[in-house]
């Protein structure tokens, strides 16, 4: 079992930044690649930016120069730096925790943080 618990969403004006934080316990953090969705109301839960256990990183392609996910594998932690916010990036983000196997995919989720955008 893997726990993740977000942090640090919040309401900011447009063209304002945000970090967002997830905490991981319970297992060894480092076989996971770890990452953030979010989902806006009415709208499916998309892929915001993931990070592997290296370092290797992908980004949507709407947030791609303004949002940095990164990782510490000595706090068990993954951060996503959101710069030059939008209204569009309002939303729920959610902490991923993805590992896949030979027969499964394993995928656990945080709880979620509110992230709202005031143009």
């Known amino acids: 079992q893997v726990q993740l618990v977000e942090s640090g969403g919040g309401l900011v004006q447009a063209g304002g930044s945000l970090r967002l934080s997830c905490a991981a316990s319970g297992t060894v953090f480092s076989i996971y690649v770890m990452g953030w969705y979010r989902q806006a109301p009415g709208k499916q839960r998309e892929l915001v930016a993931t990070i592997s256990s290296g370092g290797s990183t992908t980004y949507a392609d709407s947030v791609k120069g303004r949002f940095t996910i990164s990782r510490d594998g000595a706090k068990n932690t993954v951060d996503l730096q959101m710069n030059s916010l939008k209204p569009e990036d309002t939303a729920v983000y959610y902490c991923?925790?993805?590992?896949?196997?030979?027969?499964?995919?394993?995928?656990?989720w945080g709880q979620g943080t509110q992230v709202t955008v005031s143009s």
């Open positions: 991923n925790a993805h590992r896949a196997l030979t027969r499964v995919q394993l995928d656990f």
